[in-house]
């Protein structure tokens, strides 16, 4: 059966307004009944997976939003869609060497994530890359392909070496790259001592600065990576050593998210050049190895912006090659295998948190009756007199003057002179008059500076039933943009002006910076919220470092998460293939040290001493114990 067939028609121009095409990397559309659906072969014509559909789906097992939804076949194809264009841009250039893609695991560490990668990754061979011990232990245990690289990054203390050398023993290609020049003394000695057959890499520290936010991964002050004297030394170390022969790699990195190809070009041709001076010194070094930044689209603009990129995958496919090409034939060197770390481009746009709209909060949402009452006091009289004379030429006139009578009425008030039910009135006036010059711009063809501000002022809030911190914390830390839609209602048009704000009690857990037509705006066009139907909305591409950085600020824990299969044959083209419960109140309790055993024992007492006093009936008494502990139990979201 093709799903595309039976769920009717995709209607791709609907979703203009959330920009899907461009940051969407042609797996997500909207289908007739105005859902957005995934397409996990990115065509029209495949498997097509509603949104509402999972949720619905979700919710019939009793799985409450908010909910990470994870598609893997998104993950696999971003894994093949990486190694079969660097393959297509290596044959066609005639380039000698071949591919080995590496997962960096600090993108996303999570088992099925990485199981997920590994497995559509064998028939390419691609790796695991480590940057601590732990992260180490699981590459050994989970990948068991020994064709495949292993490299290992991060500073090393002689335990994170051994554990290295003990790869080699298994037969797997562990390669340790030196990111700090006493690395050396450590690898040798240690090989030396358990008889290992070390395969080292080093990580030079190139001049070129990276832009963007993580320019600070390379250039003089950088953390990580040797300068060009500390490689000669090494190299020389290394010789008296007599272990040349197990210098396999270089390795750089210029930082996450390369906005510029410019950037990724400067650095092949420094890296490149290093590369070919240690073959011509007879060094059979063989791998090179670009690190990660390859970049992800959030905001589809194709710019160099932060939160985009100005080159397609088969562009820095084609740079990287073509550049070690041109410096190897220059220079007669044989060409290297490949090596890149990409972590964001392959796992980004795999997963998605989806949540529900709990209210909107909207100051004018509740006015009070403005009737006129015998010696009330000017300025109420004052604004009611504004909004009777509003007209669309004196609008910015009224504007200035009400801003001048609402900030008069609160000094008013603090002085005793107006009274509560006054200032109410003015209140409901102000918002009155806000609300038609905000209807009266809507005709204007020039909006006066002054009255911008009314687009934000007339802005509702919707409050959204998750935590900025857990689930999207780099909107908060370094102002990255995800896009963010509702997953329904599209084929309507969005009619409100919103943010959105979290359920914490944290003024900075909100998002004030979304996607708009050209550049980014304050507000995202929402529909209007339905008394009696949920409103869903999803925040996009979190994949890559978000699902693993949440913190646990007001106690909010880790989501429910849901991993979702493509399946042509299901009539709703998918299944669920696992559930992960989301943190419960008395685990997340428990890491802060907490004892929630003791704490239901605790309450328990407060109740006996209630029943004994004859305040609380035995029966009620039980009821109110289980309610606690059934919280405890709970999630940490609100149930709605
Ligand atoms: C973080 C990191 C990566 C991953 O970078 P992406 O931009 O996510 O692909 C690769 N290599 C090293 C050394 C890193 O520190």
Redesign the pocket.
């Known amino acids: 059966m093709k799903g595309g067939e039976q769920q009717g028609r995709v209607l791709q121009n609907i979703i203009k307004p959330y920009n899907v095409d461009s940051w969407g990397s042609g797996y997500f559309g909207v289908n007739e009944r105005g859902h957005l659906c995934v397409l996990p072969d990115k065509r029209l014509d495949g498997p097509i997976i509603d949104f509402i559909q999972v949720i619905k789906e979700i919710q019939e097992q009793g799985i409450p939003l908010p909910t990470v939804i994870r598609f893997h076949d998104i993950l696999r194809s971003q894994v093949q869609l990486l190694n079969t264009t660097f393959a297509e841009v290596i044959s066609e250039h005639g380039y000698q060497g071949r591919f080995y893609g590496v997962y960096?695991i600090?993108?996303n560490q999570m088992r099925e994530v990485v199981e997920e990668i590994i497995d559509a990754g064998h028939p390419f061979d691609h790796g695991l890359?480590a940057?601590s011990k732990s992260e180490l232990l699981a590459c050994l245990a989970y990948n068991e392909n020994s064709a495949s690289l292993t490299v290992l990054?991060g500073y090393k203390d002689e335990e994170y070496i051994r554990l290295a050398l003990l790869g080699r023993k298994l037969g797997r290609k562990v390669i340790i790259v030196v990111e700090k020049f006493s690395e050396f003394d450590l690898i040798i000695r240690l090989s030396k001592e358990m008889q290992a057959d070390p395969l080292i890499g080093i990580r030079t520290k190139l001049a070129v600065k990276g832009s963007g936010r993580w320019a600070g991964s390379s250039g003089d002050r950088a953390k990580f990576g040797l300068t060009c004297s500390e490689i000669v030394a090494g190299v020389e170390l290394l010789r008296q050593n007599g272990m040349t022969n197990c210098l396999k790699l270089l390795h750089f990195?210029v930082g996450?998210?390369i906005p510029d190809i410019r950037i990724v070009k400067e650095a092949i041709t420094e890296a490149g050049r290093i590369y070919v001076n240690l073959a011509q010194s007879g060094i059979a070094i063989d791998y090179f190895d670009v690190?990660?930044?390859?970049g992800v689209d959030y905001d589809g603009s194709r710019s160099t912006g932060d939160s985009s990129r100005n080159y397609t995958l088969r562009e820095y496919a084609a740079d990287i090659v073509s550049g070690l090409q041109q410096l190897c034939d220059e220079t007669g060197v044989t060409h290297p295998h490949i090596v890149s770390?990409?972590?964001?481009?392959i796992t980004a746009h795999h997963s998605c948190v989806i949540t529900n709209v709990i209210s909107s909060l909207h100051q004018a949402s509740n006015s009070c009756s403005t009737t006129v009452d015998e010696g009330e006091h000017i300025l109420l009289t004052n604004m009611r007199e504004a909004a009777e004379s509003l007209n669309q030429t004196n609008c910015q006139e009224i504007f200035n003057d009400i801003q001048q009578y609402k900030d008069e009425t609160i000094v008013a008030f603090r002085l005793g002179v107006i009274c509560l039910v006054e200032r109410a009135k003015v209140e409901t006036l102000y918002w009155k008059i806000i609300g038609r010059i905000h209807i009266m711009l809507e005709k204007m063809d020039f909006i006066p500076e002054d009255l911008q501000q009314i687009e934000e002022l007339k802005a509702n809030q919707y409050l959204c039933n998750f935590s900025v911190f857990q689930s999207a914390a780099d909107t908060w830390a370094i102002s990255q943009i995800l896009p963010i839609m509702p997953v329904m209602r599209l084929h309507e048009e969005p009619d409100v002006r919103c943010s959105l704000a979290d359920i914490t009690c944290d003024s900075d857990g909100k998002i004030t910076r979304f996607i708009a037509k050209d550049g980014y705006d304050q507000t995202l066009l929402l529909h209007s919220l339905e008394p009696d139907e949920d409103y869903y909305i999803g925040l996009f591409l979190t994949g890559?470092y978000q699902d693993v950085m949440g913190d646990m600020h007001n106690l909010f824990g880790r989501l429910n998460e849901v991993h979702i299969y493509c399946d042509d044959d299901d009539p709703d083209d998918f299944y669920i293939e696992e559930v992960i419960k989301g943190t419960s109140a008395q685990q997340v309790l428990a890491t802060m040290q907490y004892n929630p055993e003791i704490m239901a024992r605790s309450i328990k007492k407060m109740i006996d001493h209630q029943i004994r006093q004859g305040s609380v009936l035995p029966r009620e008494g039980v009821a109110l114990i289980d309610f606690y502990e059934s919280c405890l139990q709970g999630y940490t979201y609100l149930k709605m």
């Open positions: 960096p600090k993108v890359e940057g990054n990195h996450s998210q690190g990660g930044g390859l770390e990409s972590g964001r481009y890559a």
